[in-house]
């Protein structure tokens, strides 16, 4: 274990929202988060097929340091399709504050209809998850 991996917290940030859309920005002058296309459903023609996703996520209840992880997993097969994990260690000071974090992935495999969903986890303690629907439309 590292240094850094010893100094991460022990508090467990509370999750407040969690959205997937198509993208998102964030203006640092005002500190306002644009979300655009925000959805819970894909629909294709065929399978197996692929999509990029934006995933917002808003928390509460954080101080100290963290080190951030979203996995993308497959449901019902529990099978892990993407991780993505924060670079820098991310320090959190006020635990009134709410703290927010954006992901945009490169595009991810969908090899059938079903559920998957994107799971946050802060030091590797699981917070919460979102699920999105594939679906197949009628030819």
Request: aromatic share 12%.
């Amino acid at each position: 274990m590292t240094g850094e991996e010893q100094n991460l917290s022990k508090v467990v940030p509370y999750l407040l929202a969690i959205l997937v859309c198509d993208s998102g920005t964030f203006d640092p002058n005002s500190g306002k988060k644009t979300l655009v296309g925000i959805f819970d459903r894909v629909i294709t023609r065929n399978f197996p097929t692929s999509r990029s996703y934006s995933v917002y996520f808003r928390l509460t209840d954080a101080q100290g340091n963290y080190r951030f992880k979203v996995q993308y997993a497959q449901v019902e097969t529990d099978n892990i399709l993407g991780e993505f994990e924060t670079r820098d260690i991310v320090n959190i000071k006020n635990r009134l504050d709410t703290f927010d974090l954006f992901t945009s992935s490169p595009p991810l495999p969908i090899p059938e209809a079903g559920q998957y969903e994107f799971r946050l986890y802060a030091n590797n303690m699981f917070l919460g998850r979102i699920a999105i629907k594939a679906e197949q439309i009628e030819r």
